[in-house]
């Protein structure tokens, strides 16, 4: 499936960043000792974070694709995609999230 398809409505989209990130929390549970609370907690900064990460890659201002909405800034996105980038947001929050679980000692958390 592409990312495309699984961002085609918002309940899909929902679903598919719950699944991750239950599963994101769940492992790390598992294999890594972290609370639910702390795993929780993590992954929220971690999601908030990458969220500002993938935010700019691919998008194009109004102004660069040469249509100008009256009214609007012309640094706007032309084509936001949100829903598309919450998914990428979430598959690179876990990647890091993960990744951070394990490297680094955070059994008290």
């Known amino acids: ?12 989209t929902l679903a598919c960043v719950v699944v991750l990130s239950a599963a994101a929390i769940g492992a790390a549970v598992q294999l890594f000792g972290l609370r639910w609370s ?18 700019p890659f691919g998008a ?9 909405a009256v009214g609007t800034e012309p640094g706007a996105p032309a084509v936001p995609a949100l829903r598309e980038r919450a998914i990428w ?4 929050s876990v990647i890091v999230f993960l990744l951070a679980s394990g490297l680094m000692p955070l059994s008290g958390l």
């Open 60 to 68: 194009r201002s109004q102004a660069e694709a040469g249509e100008v």
């Open 89 to 92: 947001t979430t598959i690179a």
């Open 38 to 55: 702390g795993s929780v907690g993590l992954y929220f900064v971690v999601w908030w974070t990458m969220l500002f990460v993938v935010l």
């Open 1 to 12: 499936m592409t990312i495309r398809l699984l961002a085609a409505t918002v309940w899909s």
